[in-house]
């Protein structure tokens, strides 16, 4: 198994551990955070995995405080494999934290300090995000998958402020990625799986379904093969759910239609709480056929 294999492995742990219901699996995380740190990993590797989204998001929805900790050291010396332009203001910040030692300089300047740890405590708002979500993996020569990635991206535009977690180019790349290992081709079924996902995040009736996918609620691995009726607003779940108890009452009034009678016996279960209806099935110098129903146990038999 090569490096990047390894580090994509990892990643899809972690995010089986943030998807756990419950209790997170915090010691699991942590072991593998520690294989992550021992792994010579690149920049290359961290485009091509984006493993830097999986700790991240470890991180913000964790509450064990050692996990914390492992998750921003190693985000923060992946910080250091990005040009100057992005890590030059990590590299101001460190040194500020590292600065005040003494006891005596914390007690005299701790409403400074307390400013400057907050300031430069781990990415919380979007714009930090931006700073640790990589690159999402190039197609070459498909416009098919192309103009599929553009087509989720699209549909992801969001109106208003709220704090994302991936950016919809990303999440547009991994959730494309995942139709297309499924399928493994551009066939019809690939383009009616992206089809769906895409109306269903453009129904200007269901907004929070942006919302969920932007916010990390849903993972791009999950919206892939998430059913219609799962994708749905909620008020479109209750119309379904009335619309599927309207059928159910209207087939067991169908069903038990008829003439109740205490003339016939059932043969199964012996009541007598039958209800029957006659029908000219044959010629018309048959006689009728009659259909009898047992209320009981539901068994249904004919004679003439």
């Known amino acids: 198994m090569n490096l990047e294999e390894e580090v994509f492995k990892i990643g ?35 485009q091509k995995t984006r493993i830097g989204m999986s700790v991240n998001t470890l991180r913000k929805k964790s509450e064990n405080s050692d996990l914390q900790t492992q998750a921003k050291s190693l985000i923060k010396s992946w910080k250091k494999l990005l040009p100057e332009k992005s890590g030059g203001k ?6 500020d934290r590292k600065t005040p030692n003494s006891d005596k300089s914390s007690r005299s300047s701790s409403p400074a300090q307390s400013t400057t740890k907050s300031s430069n405590s781990a990415p919380t708002t979007p714009q930090d995000n931006k700073v640790i979500t990589f690159p ?38 991994a959730c494309e990625e995942c139709i297309f290992l499924e399928f493994r081709d551009t ?5 009616a ?21 932007l916010s990390g609620q849903i993972s791009p691995e999950k919206f892939a093969t998430m059913p219609t009726e799962d994708m749905a607003s909620e008020e479109m779940k209750q119309f379904r759910q009335e619309c599927a108890k309207e059928g159910i009452r209207e087939a067991q009034v169908s069903k038990n239609q008829g003439t109740e ?37 539901g068994k249904r038999w004919k004679f003439c």
Do not use: H, W
Request: hydrophobic share 35%.
């Open 136 to 173: 999402p993996p190039k197609v070459t020569g498909d416009s098919v998958r192309g103009r599929c990635r553009e087509m989720i991206v699209n549909s992801l535009k969001v109106q208003g402020e709220f704090e994302a977690t991936i950016t919809p180019e990303d999440f547009a790349a």
């Open 90 to 95: 990590s590299e101001e910040t460190n040194g």
């Open 187 to 191: 066939n019809m079924k690939y383009k």
């Open 261 to 297: 009678t205490d003339l016939f016996k059932c043969a199964a279960c012996g009541g007598r709480r039958t209800t029957y209806t006659q029908l000219q099935t044959r010629s018309a110098d048959e006689p009728m056929t009659t259909f009898v129903l047992c209320l009981d146990c």
């Open 193 to 213: 799986r992206v089809r769906s996902r895409v109306s269903n995040l453009r129904d200007a009736k269901n907004p929070l379904l942006k919302v969920k996918v």
């Open 12 to 46: 899809k742990q972690l995010e089986k551990i943030v998807g756990q219901d419950g209790a997170m699996d915090s010691d699991s995380a942590v072991d593998l955070l520690k294989r992550l740190k021992d792994l010579p990993i690149t920049l290359e590797v961290l």
